[in-house]
């Protein structure tokens, strides 16, 4: 499981995606959400929005498990 490092206390699903080097652009993760399966704390989650903290794991078919880290 990879360790994604955040400076604040939340981040949203797709500044975390984008952290975590899995897409190139903010743009791209409504796009990357309907196109993969994306889980966060074993709850299958489509919203980029989604807000994270440290402790939630995220797990990216096709991609990797990530844990949010501060």
């Known amino acids: 499981m ?12 797709g500044q975390f ?3 975590a080097d899995v897409i ?3 743009g791209m993760a ?7 399966e994306v889980k966060v704390n ?3 989650e489509d ?3 989604r ?3 440290v402790q939630d ?4 078919d096709g991609h990797g498990s990530y844990v949010v880290v501060s």
């Open 2 to 13: 990879k360790e994604i490092q955040i400076s604040t206390e939340i981040i949203t699903l």
């Open 17 to 19: 995606l984008k952290l």
């Open 24 to 26: 190139q652009s903010g």
């Open 30 to 36: 409504k796009w990357f959400l309907s196109e993969y």
């Open 42 to 44: 074993g709850e299958l």
């Open 47 to 49: 919203r980029r929005g």
């Open 51 to 53: 807000k994270l903290k």
């Open 57 to 60: 794991v995220v797990e990216i």
